[in-house]
């Protein structure tokens, strides 16, 4: 098996859509991707921008599971992911009418990769097909060293995102407890809130934990669990 098939088989994760991207600092951010990777691909190249804990994944994902709901094939891996098998895992992809490359910074002063990147863009642009990426700055802030890959980047479609605040994390915790099935108050939000770490990612991984440990307590969250579950 090549490692394009390898990649052509990643799955989707089914908790990664539009509609369930809460928090309302990147609410028009998500609507504008939305927006764009609905129409014809008349911007080949759509770039995703924002810190570690601003949602670019989940974004990625989700536009790839609308081109899906539009009859489009489509592809979402993360660079990371790729790099064992070297740039030649880009070959094939082109097939797809979408391509979603998450973490692309990663390839930045790789030249070897960011001519595949490149070489990858041009065979989908000729192909009326889309390539969405993400970055955690703006193209022109990172050290590609590839001009022609920086200028398409640069003049594609770019998504600014902002750094979440307490209240959208709140928020956003709370929905995703939601979704599980567990029973969150406020106290008991505003407990975990004071006491995790800032990182969005952090405090859902913190969910995880207990929502492992949530079947005994039939599933609702107290304070005094979630003290002895975290040892807080």
């Not at 939305?34 to 989940?58: F, W, Y």
């Not at 599980?180 to 991984?205: H, K, N, S, Y």
Request: proline content about 4%; some cysteine; aromatic content about 6%.
């Amino acid at each position: 098996m090549s490692s394009s098939q390898l990649v052509l088989g990643v799955r989707l994760r089914d908790d990664a859509r539009f509609d369930n991207f809460h928090g309302d600092r990147n609410r028009e951010a998500a609507l504008r991707l939305s927006s764009v990777c609905s129409q014809p691909a008349d911007l080949p190249v759509v770039v995703v921008c924002g810190d570690s804990d601003t949602g670019k994944s989940h974004l990625l994902q989700a536009a790839c599971h609308q081109a899906e709901a539009e009859g489009k094939t489509a592809v979402c891996i993360s660079i990371a992911e790729l790099e064992p098998f070297g740039p030649e895992a880009l070959a094939g992809l082109d097939a797809m009418d979408v391509v979603a490359l998450d973490d692309l910074d990663r390839v930045a002063g790789k030249a070897g990769w960011e001519e595949a990147v490149f070489h990858l863009y041009n065979r989908l642009h000729d192909g009326g097909h889309m390539l969405v990426v993400s970055l955690s700055e703006v193209p022109g802030s990172l050290p590609f060293v590839l001009p022609d890959l920086v200028s398409r980047l640069h003049h594609g479609f770019i998504v600014q995102l902002g750094t979440y605040r307490d209240d959208d994390r709140l928020k956003i915790l709370m929905a995703r407890a939601q979704k599980r099935g567990l029973t969150m108050t406020d106290d008991v939000a505003g407990f975990i809130m004071r006491r995790a770490p800032r990182g969005l990612g952090e405090l859902l991984g913190i969910l995880d934990t207990l929502d492992e440990n949530s079947l005994q307590a039939q599933r609702r969250l107290t304070v005094p669990f979630v003290k002895a579950v975290m040892k807080w």
